[in-house]
């Protein structure tokens, strides 16, 4: 699956910060299949599409923070998990550890960040 195009699910509160990393992720060559502000949305998205990687802040809209919905999808088979988050706290990172994500990616997440994602990816698949 080396050339394959990937499908991403970014789930990010801050729309500006959400419309960055859908062009980066486009201009890497890849594609978003959905893009959501809270848990509850990435959930019901996973519904309908089967990303190849989540791409998922920590803080969120709505009941679910990020790391509970990474453990929610990772309990039905969900796809990988990456946290783009601002969070460096060493509770927070802990709780989100659990979780076994591919990655952390310190916002703002640019261009060469996730096309190590990508490889880092790719090279699981």
Not at 54 to 62: A, T
Not at 80 to 93: F, H, K, L, M, N
Not at 96 to 110: D, I, M
């Amino acid at each position: 699956m080396t050339n394959a195009t990937l499908v991403f699910l970014v789930v990010e509160d801050e729309r500006i910060i959400s419309l960055a990393m859908e062009m980066h992720i486009r201009q890497l060559g890849h594609r978003v299949g959905a893009s959501v502000a809270s848990g509850e949305a990435a959930l019901a998205a996973l519904a309908s599409m089967r990303p190849d990687l989540v791409l998922m802040d920590i803080h969120l809209e709505g009941e679910l923070d990020g790391i509970e919905t990474a453990r929610l999808m990772q309990e039905h088979g969900g796809p990988p998990v990456a946290y783009a988050t601002a969070y460096t706290d060493p509770d927070t990172r802990a709780r989100a550890q659990s979780t076994r994500p591919l990655a952390f990616l310190p916002k703002p997440v640019g261009p060469a960040e996730l096309k190590a994602l990508v490889q880092q990816l790719r090279s699981l698949l």
